[in-house]
């Protein structure tokens, strides 16, 4: 085993609350050596992050380091006054944090911040400083440098946004690198090109890596030795190969099988239901087509050529047209779910408002049933909304935060005139049943539910009105594997008791795997290849499509 750079021993942190201490981790004890990527695996709330905060002493007030040992370079951080944290936090001990819209200064061009870390850390003078950030720039992979440099955060992608706090953090050349789930916002490709930087930094520095994800098939494609954490304490530790081949924990198991990029059967085969009320509001559909070639049945949506494109302002300097999606076309049967996969930016969500009517396209058809909805307005528009639901990627910022539960879900039968108060109440209570949740969440606010269960909130509010097609855009995106397991499940069940239909949209083939029956990989605006499901994972035709599965974490 390479020296060891981290020993931690027994580390245990309490929060403090109204009700007494929460523990956040129990007695943890683990090391990183040198030139060696340590992962620690686990749920929301399973103390991976606060055990990285407190390797860096940025624990908020509310938290307290209650025994253990944190050993970095013979010295034991534990307890460290922040004076001397500062000497060791960045030059050192280096964070990579998870969101980089929110870790990057808004005001103060990518060069300026760069620069302001070298200095900071000695790494560089005034003088030498722009010089030497073009250099980390360049060795970050960002294209252009010199340009990236005097670009603000919102002019970047945020696969150049990560980039560039990956360049922040190693200015000074730190010893040991903490990166706190430092892909989970990006598609699946700048994922692995960000990974893929990562490792060659330790690779050729010799930096150690602490790297929290909530993904075990990343930590097991990336890391040299595996951390399973639950409710605080590590359960189970290992390399890649005897946690894969051998979990002893139940929980590990748990988190293989939720994996998309590990589980070998899509979840959509492994179904098992239970009742589900009915509607009172509308007439219930037959439940899931049967297979293709049974019988004749008009799709729920087609779509016909589709085009969109974009006027850029004069002052952009460019006289043509963007064309954001080019000649788009797909089919998706009553009770069947189409994938809808590509990058940010191939136009995958901008597909969806056009079939939503939510924006005119330029070109092309889209019919709902056998109606033509291309260019409806007004009334006939509305009405449109009693067919067509969406459940957006950020549950927290798609729910009105002021109202309940019952008042959310509720709302489109009111904004409709359907039913009574009475009825309407029942009918939250019979769709909150639907998804799995308590009745008790009726009467509390999004800011009181977890992720997970805000996210089967904004289901039970699309099915409400009973609608024919549901569009998800990215819906399992911002949540943990565990929970995104969960809700690809509940997404099966529904669709096989109610019948209703899906457009899913990812820039995860591996997660589309496991709900769609077939895929459309869209590629700058283009279907560049479409096809049952099985189909694509067994023999995609074009290279980008290959790209995407060669970029599952866990598939190599």
């Known amino acids: 085993m390479s020296p060891r750079l981290l020993e931690v021993e027994d580390l245990t942190v309490h929060y403090r609350a109204r009700r007494g ?35 860096l002493g940025l624990l908020p007030r509310s938290a307290r380091v209650e025994r253990g040992r944190i050993g970095f370079d013979g010295r034991d951080l534990a307890g460290l006054p922040e004076r001397r944290w500062r000497e060791v936090r960045g030059r050192e001990i280096a964070l990579i944090p998870q969101d980089p819209g929110t870790s990057l200064n808004p005001v103060q061009r990518i060069g300026a911040q760069v620069a302001e870390a070298l200095r900071l850390s000695g790494g560089a003078d005034r003088r030498t400083a722009r010089a030497r950030t073009l250099e980390l720039l360049a060795d ?8 990236q440099a005097r670009q603000y955060p919102s002019q970047l992608s945020g696969g150049m946004r990560q980039r560039a706090l990956i360049t ?8 040991l690198i903490v990166a706190d789930e430092p892909t989970s916002a990006l598609d699946v490709t700048v994922q692995r090109r960000i990974l893929d930087l990562l490792g060659a930094l330790v690779r050729e520095s010799g930096t150690g890596l602490l790297l929290i994800t909530h993904d075990l098939g990343v930590a097991a494609e990336r890391a040299d030795r595996v951390l399973v954490m639950r409710s605080g304490a590590i359960v189970e530790q290992g390399t890649p190969g005897e946690v894969l081949s051998d979990p002893r924990d ?4 748990s988190l293989i099988d939720a994996a998309p990029g590990l589980a070998r059967t899509p979840r959509r085969h492994r179904v098992r239901l239970t009742a589900i009320p009915g509607d009172p509001f509308a007439e219930p559909r037959p439940a899931r087509a049967p297979e293709a070639g049974a019988g004749p049945d008009v799709p729920v949506l087609r779509v016909e050529e589709l085009v969109k494109e974009f006027r850029p302002p004069r002052a952009a300097g460019r006289a043509t047209a963007i064309r954001a999606v080019d000649g788009v076309s797909f089919t998706i049967p009553r009770g069947r779910t189409y994938g809808l996969v590509g990058e940010s930016g191939s136009g995958k969500s901008t597909t969806a408002r056009l079939i939503l009517r939510l924006a005119d396209p330029t070109g092309g058809r889209v019919l709902l049933g056998e109606e033509d909805i291309t260019g409806t307005r007004g009334a006939a528009q509305r009405l449109l909304r009693r067919r067509m639901q969406i459940v957006q990627q950020n549950p927290y910022a798609s729910l009105d935060p002021r109202r ?9 039968l009111a904004s409709f005139g359907l039913g009574s108060r009475a009825q309407r109440r029942g009918r939250a209570r019979e769709l909150v049943d639907l998804v799995a949740l308590p009745a008790s969440v009726l009467a509390r606010r999004p800011a009181e539910l977890s992720g997970g269960q805000r996210q089967r909130v904004a289901i039970a509010r699309a099915l409400v009105l009973n609608p024919e097609l549901v ?6 995106s911002a949540l943990d594997v565990a929970v995104q397991a969960q809700i690809l499940d509940l997404l099966a069940a529904l669709q096989a008791e109610l019948g209703v239909s899906y457009l899913f949209i990812s820039h995860d083939l591996a997660v ?8 459309g990989v869209l590629h700058r605006g283009r279907l560049v290849e479409s096809g049952p499901t099985e189909e694509i994972f067994a023999g995609a035709r074009h290279g980008h499509t290959r790209e995407l599965l060669d970029a599952i974490p866990g598939r190599r």
Do not use: M, N
């Open 512 to 519: 589309v795997r496991h709900i769609a029956d077939e895929v």
């Open 471 to 476: 569009v998800c855009d990215e819906p399992v």
């Open 140 to 147: 970050a992979g960002l294209p252009d440098p010199a340009v």
């Open 404 to 412: 309940t539960v019952e008042q959310i879900v509720t709302d489109p």
């Open 21 to 55: 201490a929460v523990r956040a981790v129990e007695a943890a004890s683990f090391a990183v050596g040198e030139g060696e990527t340590v992962a620690i695996v686990g749920e929301s709330g399973s103390g991976k992050s606060t055990t990285a905060y407190a390797l």
């Open 168 to 175: 922040i953090a190693i200015a000074a050349r730190p010893r």
């Open 250 to 253: 139940p929980y590990t198991r």
